[in-house]
């Protein structure tokens, strides 16, 4: 078992009550850090016996807005460039995640899973039917552990002020070391984006636990946090390539794809140490996505 698997399966364990199920798992990571592999790898050995639990695992990608929810949201904010397409907090429906959060949580029936088919629509993507054909969590008995992975779950809105400052300053040397395209991002729109975060609080309050993946700070000198991104959504697209015999993106989408997710992290991407206090666990990977360090905060 790798030591992230471990370090997590850990942090679960300390905090299942067994009085109180499910415990519901938050993992947060930057594009290509590993959430979808931890969190599969968390479920196999939880579901493993000795340990025998009841997990399902669930992506915040499978909550985006249907495809015509999110040509509405492009339409209706056409000049909203984070809103072109899904991605970016507002581009999920917030509603239909809190129905299916309250429905795992009271555990009194069985439930279908939503699945987001990212190859619908050429490529935009639409959810699928809920038709009996997703994944079911058979309830009650409840399940064990809920793990919800996502880029930006747990993301806090920040007040106006810190917006301002965060745009004067930190904003505007990630777009130096990261050669962004400053024309592309509009302050307003990541004003949008802060507006529409209030909504996801709702969500987050369901999570008990926050496990947090988080590029090693002190390996980039004066590179940017986020230039390991880039180098392991990279890794990402080109594992994919080989198996499926080279269909997606290339070097230079991917590039744009990451810039895109930038903000979120640069404005609110901070750990929320009140709201997550000894329940967040943090692991600090290298390039290789080696863990170098793991706290509990
Ligand atoms: N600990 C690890 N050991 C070996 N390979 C790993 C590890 N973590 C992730 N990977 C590999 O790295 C790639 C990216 O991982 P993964 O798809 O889990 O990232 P992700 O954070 O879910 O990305 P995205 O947000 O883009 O969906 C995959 O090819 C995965 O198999």
Redesign the pocket.
Known sequence: M?P?VQLAAQHILRNLNTNKRPLFVAIQ??????????SKRLQEHLQSPPLSLRVAVLSIDDLYRPHDGLVSLAETHPHNSLWKGRGQPGTHDVNFGLELLSAIRTGSQSIELPRFDKSLFAGEGDRLPMDGTGPIVEQPPSIDVLIF?G?CVGFSPISEEELQLRWTGIWQSELHKLQLNPNSFRLQDIRAINSTLTLYLALWDFFDVYISLRPDSSSTSDDSLYSVVYK??L??EH?MKLSNGGRGMTDTEVKLFVDRYIPGYVFFGDLDRIRWREKGLVLTLDEG?NVVKDEVL
């Open positions: 790798t992230s990571g930057p594009q290509g850090s590993g959430k979808s592999y931890l992975e880029w392991w959504r890794e990402q594992k996505r």
